[in-house]
């Protein structure tokens, strides 16, 4: 019996972006002379006096490689203690010019909102398929205990 | 005694900061502090996306991949 999966009317399956670097941190430069990146104080946790709190500025550092073409570009935070998406920011399009090229992405976070103690996730979607993500933890200020 | 700019970096034996570029970086080097600004393409192969999350009410379950069989 022949596939039907094989019929044409399936939409070209396109590679996501293979993501070798998602760091962040709380400002990310640029070298006036040399034009290479540098990431400021690397994130892994926030800390507040209450919740729910708003994290200062941040910016999200991305390494990208192997796109072809465009892709429409999402992202999204995750409170993993409910595995439920909290916040969500849809951009328009990324252009990958060529598939060897390895792509910097940069992406300055107005601010987080977090409205509990816990772990949270930053996702990046490409077409709305997951390339990667990164841990933040929010913790509560004022020491165990209280 | 003719006063020469030097962008406030008054150490002695330090290297002079050239105009419009302020510097940022521990290591004092020159650097742009990127913002959203800065949106758009800043090299051939970097761009600059700023992002403003917008809560999801009420949050949405995350849809995941299931693992991988065998």
């Known amino acids: 019996?022949?596939?039907?999966?094989?019929?044409?009317?399936?939409?070209?399956?396109?590679?996501?972006?293979?993501?070798?670097?998602?760091?962040?941190?709380?400002?990310?430069?640029?070298?006036?002379?040399?034009?290479?990146?540098?990431l400021h104080r690397i994130v892994n946790f926030l800390s507040f006096q209450q919740f729910p709190a708003e994290s200062p500025p941040l910016a999200a550092y991305f390494q990208l490689y192997d796109g072809i073409g465009q892709y429409d570009l999402s992202m999204e935070?995750?409170?993993?203690?409910?595995?439920?998406?909290?916040?969500?920011?849809?951009?328009?399009?990324?252009?990958?010019?060529?598939?060897?090229?390895?792509?910097?992405?940069v992406l300055p976070i107005d601010s987080l909102r977090l409205p509990r103690v816990g772990r949270y996730e930053i996702a990046i979607l490409f077409d709305g398929r997951e390339v990667a993500t990164q841990f933040i933890d929010a913790e509560d200020d004022n020491g165990p205990g209280t | 005694m003719a006063l020469e700019h030097n962008n406030g970096n008054d150490q002695a034996g330090a290297p002079k900061?050239?105009?419009?570029?302020?510097?940022?970086?521990?290591?004092?080097?020159?650097?742009?502090?990127?913002?959203?600004?800065?949106?758009?393409?800043?090299?051939?192969?970097?761009?600059?996306?700023?992002?403003?999350?917008?809560?999801?009410?009420?949050?949405?379950?995350?849809?995941?991949?299931?693992?991988?069989?065998?």
């Not at chain 1, 849809?90 to 992405?105: A, G, N, Q, T, W």
């Not at chain 2, 970097?46 to 999801?56: M, T």
Request: some cysteine; aromatic content about 8%.
């Open chain 1, 1 to 38: 019996m022949p596939d039907s999966s094989f019929d044409g009317k399936l939409a070209p399956y396109k590679p996501l972006p293979q993501c070798k670097a998602f760091l962040i941190c709380e400002r990310v430069g640029v070298d006036a002379v040399t034009g290479q990146f540098n």
């Open chain 1, 77 to 105: 935070l995750r409170d993993l203690a409910d595995d439920t998406s909290v916040a969500a920011e849809i951009f328009s399009h990324l252009d990958f010019p060529e598939r060897l090229v390895k792509m910097e992405l």
């Open chain 2, 17 to 70: 900061e050239p105009r419009g570029i302020q510097p940022h970086g521990e290591a004092g080097r020159h650097e742009h502090i990127i913002t959203a600004a800065d949106a758009g393409w800043i090299t051939p192969t970097a761009f600059v996306l700023p992002v403003k999350f917008v809560p999801v009410d009420p949050p949405r379950l995350v849809k995941r991949k299931p693992p991988a069989a065998g």
